[in-house]
Structures are given as C-alpha cells and as structure tokens.
C-alpha cells in the first residue's frame, strides 16, 4: 500500500512559469515532509521541508504548501529554470525517532528553454 | 570530495553470486541506511542502523544483509544475488542529534544488474 502518492509520473513547464508538483499521503501520523531532487547518475539531495504544524515554507524559489485535512503537500518553483529539470521525490515521516522517510513515485520536471 | 561514497558505482553479476556494496561517509552522522530504487516504485528502504551496534530491517530487506563496521562505513551485501535485485541503491545518512529535522544525506548510487 502506496503511503505517499505522486500521481504525476511526468510535468513540462516553460522556462520562467511556476511549476507545481503534487503530493499525496494516507497516513495522518506522518508529521514532517520532504522534498528530494534527483538529476541522472546521481542520488537524491535534498531541497525543502515542512513540519505538520506549518502550512507553508519557502526558500528561494522553491516553497512547498502543505494541507493537512486534504493530506496534500505540493511543491511549487518560481520561476522555473532549464536547471530545474530533475525528479522530484517527496517524502514522508513520522515520529522523528526513526528517521525513517517514505518516499513518494517520483516526477519527472521538465523545464523548457 | 564527496560526503557519501559509494563502491562501486557500476556492477553487473551472475545470478547466486555473492556481492557487496560499500558505502562510507565523512559527515560524522550516527545514522546510515540502505535503499534501492526501482522504476515506478521510488525508494525502498532495506536496512538502517542507529550505530554500530544496532541494525534494523526496513521494509524489504529479505535476500539483503548490512554490517555497521564503523560509524563511517556501512555495507549492504547480496547473499545470492538474484535477477530481481537489478536496481539503483543509495545509501544515506542522518544526525541523531539535529532532532528538528530528519533530512537524510544520499550517496550517488550503485547500479546493479544481475544476469
């Protein structure tokens, strides 16, 4: 049982646009999300977080909004930039003892010149 | 240099081989872990470890064994390797003591493939 969704297997957006990732999860233990960006041949690193108790969180460009009733978190980048172009993972936990993150599908950015 | 390394970045074998994948790291983190990554399925977490002396299985950690050898270096082994191992495995870190975030540090990647 998938616990973090990302419906969106693929996204293409202009270059300069917002690009909008999506995010879904079932389970209301979860109490801290992630987000990881993934370029080829390389790992994950990680790009911006969000505890349960915020609704939103911003860095940069990047700021990730989290509605805990809908148990949706989306990831928005502004503006977006060739550079962007990656996989993005969000991920899950819950109870910061463990550590442990549950990690989404993925979905692949693209961001046109 | 990099944070997490991981040996070797490329691996083809022969199904029922034995093979290890290494990982180490120079972040000073207590906590390291094991995932692979397959198409459509995101990451997978296999083995993690608190410290050197404790080890715990993740959600797929059948036909996987780790050993902690130091806190900087944690190696994930494949007894008998079989064709659905083929897959990308990270490794990656966390400190224990920055309880306010739980952001894990991810090495490049190993692929395997197994014939």
């Known amino acids: 049982d998938q616990q973090v969704k990302q419906n969106s297997p693929s996204l293409s957006v202009q270059e300069g646009r917002i690009s909008i990732l999506n995010c879904d999860y079932t389970n209301s233990m979860f109490d801290y999300f992630l987000w990881y960006k993934k370029y080829p041949a390389e790992g994950p690193t990680f790009l911006i977080s969000?505890?349960?108790?915020?609704d939103k969180n911003e860095d940069g460009r990047f700021t990730v909004f989290l509605n805990k009733s809908a148990k949706h978190l989306s990831l928005h980048i502004v503006p977006s930039q060739p550079g962007d172009s990656a996989v993005y993972f969000c991920?899950?936990?819950?109870?910061?003892?463990?550590?442990?993150?549950?990690f989404g599908t993925g979905t692949l950015l693209a961001v046109q010149p | 240099d990099a944070d997490v390394t991981q040996t070797p970045r490329n691996r083809i074998t022969k199904t029922g081989k034995r093979i290890m994948l290494e990982c180490s790291q120079t972040?000073?983190?207590?906590?390291m872990y094991w995932y692979r990554q397959d198409p459509g399925l995101g990451l997978r977490l296999i083995y993690y470890?608190?410290?050197?002396?404790?080890?715990n299985k993740g959600e797929i950690s059948d036909g996987y064994s780790v050993s902690r050898q130091a806190q900087a270096k944690f190696s994930l082994s494949l007894e008998s390797a079989i064709p659905n191992q083929t897959a990308l495995y990270f490794c990656a870190t966390s400190d224990s003591r920055d309880r306010a975030v739980v952001t894990q540090y991810f090495g490049p990647g190993t692929r395997l493939l197994v014939l």
């Open positions: 969000i505890s349960s108790i915020k």
């Open positions: 972040k000073g983190h207590d906590r």
């Open positions: 991920a899950a936990t819950y109870g910061g003892a463990t550590n442990k993150l549950i």
């Open positions: 470890s608190f410290d050197v002396k404790d080890i």
